[in-house]
């Protein structure tokens, strides 16, 4: 696994960063294909400004791991319980992910759940950069690679970051879409066109 650590309005000492490092590295226990080498773990720590609460840090843990990205976000009094609660945390997103019923083979085309066997996945790296913030209402801005996937795993990736939502590009209608969890907690689906009139 390579590992890259962010801090943001602090400075972790070295023995906060070995600790972070112990931990998350001891992931790749649970799984050969999270201990794959080109598995990347991103890690963020940063200091809250909210005065409202006594969650003084916001620790996140993203891993890119083959085919998948496994992400878990969770707000701390310390830099240590946080990492300690975020990798309890990617301990249970990494076993959804290995237990996953659809995966793509080696050249990336789609198995079925019907025909799925043990398979050997090469990675397919997530690439994620922040833009440089620019004068707006938006806090923060990430831009992504969309790799075509079917609808279920798109319902899979939401699952695994943990988010209400996950935009992708739909491998069958090429289309963008975004799944999304609703308030009665099935999963909705927006299909997106270009309107060229």
Request: a negative charge; charged letters at 30%.
């Amino acid at each position: 696994m390579l590992f890259t650590i962010h801090e943001k309005n602090l400075k972790l000492s070295d023995f906060q960063k070995d600790y972070v490092l112990e931990k998350v590295d001891h992931l790749k226990t649970y799984g050969e294909r999270v201990d794959d080498e080109s598995t990347q773990v991103r890690i963020d720590i940063q200091t809250n400004k909210l005065k409202t609460t006594n969650k003084n840090y916001t620790v996140q843990v993203t891993m890119y791991v083959p085919h998948a990205v496994v992400r878990a976000e969770v707000f701390s009094q310390t830099i240590e319980e946080g990492i300690d609660v975020a990798v309890e945390k990617l301990k249970k997103q990494i076993e959804r992910y290995k237990s996953r019923k659809n995966r793509r083979d080696v050249s990336g085309k789609w198995i079925p759940a019907s025909t799925l066997e043990e398979i050997s996945a090469t990675a397919v790296a997530a690439e994620s950069q922040n833009v440089p913030e620019a004068v707006s209402t938006f806090s923060k801005r990430k831009t992504f690679t969309l790799t075509p996937m079917h609808e279920e795993e798109a319902i899979e990736q939401l699952e695994l970051l943990g988010h209400s939502f996950y935009a992708f590009l739909n491998e069958e209608t090429e289309r963008f879409n975004i799944a999304y969890m609703r308030d009665d907690d099935t999963y909705g689906l927006l299909d997106f066109g270009l309107d060229r009139s």
